[in-house]
């Protein structure tokens, strides 16, 4: 299996829920990130990890708590969100972290707040 | 200030025909990168193609052209022979310093290839 897998593709929580969102590379890579896509802004970065450490945290509500257990898998864990937070939440890899990297993204989360 | 600007909300362009999409951007530092990305209905954001600020030469990936005015600070990407399987959204990315976290996105441009 290649590239940048998210699960679930789609999901629908209630406000008082608590989920997660996973994210998988099998790129070798070593950077790791959480972006968020609402309709008409752009893409959101919400958090970067280099080797497993958190190097970016870019103001996101506690309601969002990242987790990296190891250089290939990512979480992000949900809880008491609010309808504002619907979106579509990606994940993607490079391979450092550095100016000419691309990041490789996954298909995303469609997460629907009710 | 938005550092990436992509003025045009929706462009259509015939099959086979060339297109340009625009992006400007906007930073003080002398070092950057530049990225575009298609992002088709599925959600996935693929990757086309970069062009780094001390390059010589405007880069190239098959039928994607990245038309680099550093003066006019404007990357903008051609898209040539256009296929029905282009229609989607493409976005501008700027990656700021040698090393950095962060790769800034512009709001996109909905591209729709039509027969």
């Known amino acids: 299996e290649t590239g940048v897998t998210q699960t679930p593709r789609h999901l629908v929580m209630g406000m008082t829920n608590k989920k997660s969102l996973k994210c998988e590379q099998h790129?070798?890579?070593?950077?790791m990130y959480w972006y968020k896509q609402s309709a008409k802004k752009p893409l959101e970065l919400m958090f970067v990890?280099?080797?497993?450490?958190?190097?970016e945290n870019n103001s996101v509500p506690s309601r969002f708590s990242p987790e990296c257990p190891n250089s290939s898998h990512l979480f992000l864990h949900l809880h008491t969100l609010q309808p504002e937070d619907s979106a579509l939440y990606l994940c993607?890899?490079?391979?450092?972290?550095?100016?000419?990297?691309?990041?490789?993204f996954g298909n995303g989360t469609r997460l629907t707040v009710t | 200030a938005q550092k990436i600007t992509q003025t045009q909300p929706g462009m259509f362009v015939q099959e086979k025909e060339a297109v340009t999409l625009d992006c400007t951007y906007d930073t003080s530092d002398p070092s950057y990168g530049l990225f575009w990305y298609k992002q088709p209905s599925s959600g996935e954001m693929i990757f086309l193609i970069y062009?780094?600020?001390?390059?010589?030469q405007n880069a190239t990936e098959g039928r994607y052209s990245l038309n680099f005015q550093k003066a006019r600070k404007s990357a903008n990407l051609v898209i040539s022979a256009s296929q029905l399987g282009d229609s989607a959204m493409y976005f501008c990315?700027?990656?700021?310093?040698?090393?950095?976290?962060?790769?800034?996105f512009g709001t996109g441009t909905r591209l729709q290839v039509f027969p």
């Open positions: 062009q780094g600020s001390y390059d010589q």
């Open positions: 990315a700027m990656r700021e310093g040698w090393s950095t976290d962060k790769l800034i």
């Open positions: 990890y280099n080797f497993k450490e958190q190097t």
């Open positions: 993607a890899s490079s391979p450092r972290d550095s100016q000419d990297s691309p990041l490789h």
């Open positions: 790129l070798g890579h070593n950077a």
